[in-house]
């Protein structure tokens, strides 16, 4: 885990709080954490909530694992190293998002417990939502949307999560999607009828 | 500077762009980047700007030096690498935070050049938005208000900016203030002049 490095540094305030935000915007500032095997439809589940978001007026925004690979963890891999500092910064990200009253989507594998459970403890209590996107790994590998299971399985890709590399199942998320079962759309509202019971939309 | 190590990896289009969210917020999503010495009066300035933001019903939030590093970047330092480090990492979460629609404001000293036009080839044409937040070094010294220049001067803080590592001024910034002539008050209106000339607000 990333020790604090830099000292001499202070806390700034600013005038205006999360509360504040929230009441502009009309909403609460969470994140929504999808987690699950790569072919499991956390990113596509994600966008739907998010049109759904966009549609009701809300303002929200997805971190998407590739997507941010291709920008502020550029420099990280696939190493258990660079997996927990890929979600590490993910997390202190999303957590800026939330502080700013954003309904904020993560889409990461996420594959280790201790390092989801980082992310968690940066959120206030009741602002962090665990959303497990099961999918069984046959059908994953039968999916494969981007061709990675069959480079995985011939080798030419290491350290891939259900084949090479461990997943480790959240044991009580919040939310849990079974996309196998489910179309998108049925997904999508599972999520939504959550946020709205918890008051959250 | 980072280079790519995630191979197998593809980008993630949503169905919400840029242009969606900024109808939805009723204003442009930007950076509004303030560089300058320490003491310099950036962060106090960025945060009366965002006070006047919320106060007109926008959507921004501040992304502070010390705060950042007390989480996202707590694992950098202050040599010629972390501090490179430090400001791509900033530049990439203003793009997400300017993609998201928001008006993001990043308070750092930023002493490269080079680390700060990196920030501004992230984001689309006219989004960024540079403010020196100019004042001399000895008013800066003056000031002093966490104390650093004296830990400074003593050789107890090494590579400190204008002391003992290097502060590269913006050649063509958007905006210039001078601290040390124009109040808090008068510098943020200066900013919002600006934002409501170019029809940003």
């Known amino acids: 885990m990333a020790i604090q490095k830099a000292t001499n540094i202070t806390w700034h305030q600013g005038h205006i709080s999360k509360e504040d935000r929230e009441k502009l915007l009309g909403q609460k500032g969470v994140t929504l954490w999808f987690t699950g095997l790569s072919g499991s439809g956390k990113s596509t589940v994600a966008h739907e909530v998010e049109k759904i978001f966009y549609e009701r007026g809300h303002a929200s925004f997805v971190l998407d694992g590739d997507n941010i690979r291709h920008g502020l963890n550029k420099d990280l891999g696939f190493s258990p190293e660079d997996r927990e500092e890929n979600i590490r910064r993910i997390g202190e990200v999303a957590h800026l998002f939330t502080e700013a009253g954003l ?3 993560t889409s990461f594998i996420s594959p280790y417990r ?5 992310a968690r403890e940066l959120a206030n209590e009741g602002d962090f939502i665990e959303i497990y996107v099961y999918c069984p790994l046959e059908e994953c590998e039968r999916r494969d949307p981007k061709g ?5 399985r011939a080798g030419i890709i290491p350290e891939f999560t259900g084949i090479s590399a461990p997943y480790e199942e959240p044991e009580n998320p919040e939310i849990r999607l079974e996309t196998h079962k489910n179309s998108v759309e049925e ?3 599972i999520v939504i009828d959550y946020l709205e019971k918890k008051g959250i939309i």
């Open 114 to 118: 201790s390092d989801r459970q980082k």
């Open 103 to 105: 309904i904020t989507l």
């Open 187 to 189: 997904c999508a509202k």
């Open 148 to 152: 990675l299971f069959k480079k995985a």
